[in-house]
């Protein structure tokens, strides 16, 4: 509780060091925050014409929504994890890269993660903003889901929150953490299904399990928490209905653990960071 | 005595001495472990209170914990043992400016370091323009930072930090920014702070400044605290005790046996108040302040004047001017006393001393101890450093008519 109220405390120096990131983020570059908007739509035809046109992924219409684009069906997972590989990569060197300022200046340290993180929310929110009028444009109604999708962005980011604390005191403790990191991240990408759908894997498990290799695969899989919030952000977006009950709860469950032991983590090596750094 | 303001009890702080630092995960598997360090205790056991309204002065040579032990206060270093708690806001002028973002203007800055120190947006706009006026960047304050020069930067961060408005205020050596005008302005505004009853910690090893600062000082050595007094009986005792000469933070330095020092050397005016501001040719009086600690006979006080670039401008003594007294053996001043002050518009700085008759022992040296700044006044001349008062006469024709 200490650590909402403290949060509190400091919320007008997290709003400010939010929009430093914002504004630095595209500072002195001519399309200016466009690039947030630039970026993924690039990212999106390069994964489409690798995996719908080259490798032709077979992707599910959506239901009740009817729309069968491989490009929206893609983006609406590929928004959700740019943010968190952003929101990781970014909040884990939040501590390092404002060393100057931890060393000679005392604050809540916390702030300068939750910022970092927090300006990947403003990209995400307007992302995710322009995707549902385009998704209106192609016939899909998730208008009135945008509210839910507020509260699973909101989820997505006290996940994103407690890996960028912890890794980020990690970082200052060890600089190859964020080397590390960013291999793990591209591992993770594709352990998640963000190129291709879930039903690859079903299928795949059933191949196994007829071959004898019983080894719940599917179930492994679905460990991952980025799973969830993916199938989520697919049922909301793109099919426009409601998610399932167990993948919400799982959402729930995946972002206040995380965080918890993030928080606790980064309070526990907090103390000597002023000299570590 | 009222409440403390702060407390330090007990305070030990530690930190490693790293062989090789490992900040890889490599070289730490490869060595089985963290790596190798020596420790190395920066202070023990430090005990004392601060009292509400103190101007707090903490002394000691380079190393002796005395910017842990600030950094302490101000919650940047964790102590491995004992507690130091503190009444009140707190702002803390260690590195100024420390939280500019290079990219960003002026005003951004100015509201993103005010909110890490503290202020909420309200509270920022409303003293938005004292702390850019306090500066003098109002041209400035709409460019990049990273465009300013390196005075402009530190003033910017030192008129955001000073107007926090903080109960307590801790000063690292800090207080040799700027210019002469704007170390005025910080001097007026320690002053004001003095009087609103704030407290005010610094760490110096300026013992001038410690002297006019502060009403009660600590003493550390090695991390240990030897005593917390009285300044002037303190600040003795060091001098004695053989810390007395090293550079200080103006690039000033001091030295001397100490049977007798210099408490202090300004410029007056006629009131008797010291100023640092003089007109060329205006009447001005230099007043030495000594502190005789025994019976010293036929001491010789001298003064020097030096430009800012080192320049040997001028320089008198008490013996050559034979205005010896027998003896001094308390504390008492001295004046040297100007009709017409032939200095043209600059900065200069004073040194002053006290020696013996021979002038081959020195009690008390103090190099560049007063800075003062002179202005046009008259005679008005065009340049250099000295008037000679002259006057443009006699044009005549010499061709033959």
Same mark, same amino acid.
């Given at each position: 509780?200490?650590?909402?109220?403290?949060?509190?405390?400091?919320?007008?120096?997290?709003?400010?060091?939010?929009?430093?990131e914002v504004r630095g983020k595209y500072k002195r570059t001519a399309l200016g925050q466009l690039w947030s908007l630039i970026n993924p739509l690039a990212m999106m035809l390069i994964y489409t014409a690798v995996f719908g046109q080259v490798l032709k992924i077979q992707v599910p219409p959506g239901h009740p929504s009817g729309l069968k684009v491989f490009a929206l069906w893609l983006i609406c997972a590929l928004l959700p994890w740019n943010f968190l590989n952003s929101a990781i990569s970014g909040g884990m060197g939040a501590l390092v890269?404002?060393?100057?300022?931890i060393k000679k200046t005392y604050f809540p340290r916390e702030v300068l993660v939750a910022a970092?993180?927090?300006?990947?929310?403003?990209?995400?929110?307007?992302?995710?903003?322009?995707?549902?009028?385009?998704?209106?444009?192609?016939?899909?109604?998730?208008?009135?889901?945008?509210?839910?999708?507020?509260?699973?962005?909101?989820?997505?980011?006290?996940?994103?929150?407690?890996?960028?604390?912890?890794?980020?005191?990690?970082?200052?403790?060890?600089?190859?953490?964020?080397?590390?990191?960013?291999?793990?991240?591209?591992?993770?990408?594709?352990?998640?299904?963000?190129?291709?759908?879930?039903?690859?894997?079903?299928?795949?498990?059933?191949?196994?399990?007829?071959?004898?290799?019983?080894?719940?695969?599917e179930f492994i899989y679905r460990l991952n928490p980025m799973e969830r919030f993916t199938a989520v952000f697919r049922n909301l977006m793109y099919d426009n209905r409601w998610p399932t009950l167990g993948d919400s709860l799982y959402c729930v469950g995946a972002a206040v653990i995380s965080v918890a032991i993030g928080y606790w983590l980064f309070m526990r090596f907090e103390g000597r960071m002023a000299e570590e750094l | 005595m009222t409440d403390s303001a702060i407390v330090v009890d007990d305070v030990s702080k530690r930190f490693r001495l790293y062989h090789q630092r490992n900040q890889s995960i490599k070289a730490a598997l490869m060595r089985g472990g963290r790596a190798s360090y020596e420790e190395f205790w920066a202070l023990r056991d430090v005990s004392f209170e601060v009292p509400v309204g103190a101007r707090f002065g903490i002394m000691g040579t380079n190393g002796s914990g005395k910017s842990t032990l600030l950094? *302490?206060?101000?919650?940047?270093?964790?102590?491995?043992?004992?507690?130091?708690?503190?009444?009140?806001?707190?702002?803390?002028?260690?590195?100024?400016?420390?939280?500019?973002?290079?990219?960003?203007?002026?005003?951004?800055?100015?509201?993103?370091?005010?909110?890490?120190?503290?202020?909420?947006?309200?509270?920022?706009?409303?003293?938005?323009?004292?702390?850019?006026?306090?500066?003098?960047?109002e041209q400035f304050i709409d460019q990049p930072v990273k465009n300013y020069s390196s005075g402009m930067?530190?003033?910017?961060?030192?008129?955001? /930090?000073?107007?926090?408005?903080?109960?307590?205020?801790?000063?690292?050596?800090?207080? /040799?920014?700027?210019?002469?005008?704007?170390?005025?302005? *910080?001097?007026?505004?320690?002053a004001e702070f003095r009087r609103a009853g704030k407290t005010v910690v610094v760490v110096s090893h300026a013992m001038g400044t410690m002297r006019t600062l502060c009403d009660r000082v600590a003493w550390l050595e090695r991390g240990?605290?030897?005593?917390?007094?009285?300044?002037?009986?303190?600040?003795?005792?060091?001098?004695?005790?053989?810390?007395?000469?090293?550079?200080?933070?103006?690039?000033?330095?001091q030295w001397g046996s100490g049977e007798a020092v210099l408490s202090s050397v300004a410029f007056i005016d006629a009131t008797g108040q010291p100023i640092t501001k003089v007109r060329t040719g205006d009447e001005a009086t230099i007043r030495l302040t000594y502190d005789a600690h025994e019976r010293i006979d036929k001491p010789v006080f001298g003064l020097a004047i030096e430009t800012l670039e080192g320049v040997y401008v001028w320089a008198s003594n008490t013996r050559d001017a034979d205005y010896v007294p027998d003896c001094i053996e308390s504390s008492g001043t001295v004046e040297f006393h100007i009709p017409r002050l032939m200095l043209l518009p600059g900065t200069f700085d004073i040194s002053a001393s006290i020696v013996d008759y021979s002038t081959t022992h020195v009690y008390d040296f103090r190099r560049h101890c007063y800075r003062f700044d002179v202005d046009h006044g008259t005679p008005r001349e065009s340049g250099g450093l000295v008037s000679l008062g002259g006057e443009w006469q006699n044009l005549r024709s010499t061709e033959n008519t």
């Open positions: 509780m200490t650590a909402v109220t403290q949060l509190r405390g400091s919320r007008e120096l997290l709003s400010n060091l939010t929009m430093r890269g404002n060393a100057n300022l970092t993180v927090f300006s990947w929310d403003i990209t995400l929110l307007t992302e995710m903003g322009v995707l549902a009028l385009v998704l209106v444009a192609f016939g899909g109604m998730p208008l009135p889901w945008l509210p839910l999708v507020v509260v699973f962005i909101a989820l997505l980011t006290l996940f994103a929150l407690g890996l960028g604390l912890a890794l980020s005191v990690a970082n200052v403790y060890f600089r190859d953490t964020q080397h590390f990191v960013g291999i793990l991240m591209q591992l993770w990408f594709y352990a998640t299904p963000i190129v291709y759908p879930i039903t690859y894997v079903h299928d795949k498990a059933q191949h196994l399990k007829a071959r004898g290799w019983d080894i719940h695969l | 950094k *302490c206060i101000a919650k940047i270093l964790r102590p491995d043992a004992g507690r130091i708690s503190s009444t009140g806001k707190l702002s803390a002028l260690l590195e100024l400016g420390s939280g500019f973002h290079p990219e960003l203007s002026g005003r951004e800055n100015v509201y993103l370091n005010g909110s890490i120190l503290g202020l909420s947006k309200r509270q920022l706009d409303a003293r938005f323009d004292e702390i850019v006026e306090f500066a003098g960047v930067y530190v003033r910017l961060g030192f008129s955001v /930090a000073i107007n926090v408005d903080p109960d307590i205020l801790l000063v690292d050596e800090v207080l /040799a920014v700027g210019d002469a005008a704007f170390q005025d302005k *910080c001097m007026e505004k320690f240990n605290l030897v005593e917390v007094g009285r300044p002037d009986e303190l600040i003795d005792r060091y001098i004695d005790e053989g810390h007395s000469s090293r550079v200080d933070a103006e690039g000033g330095s």
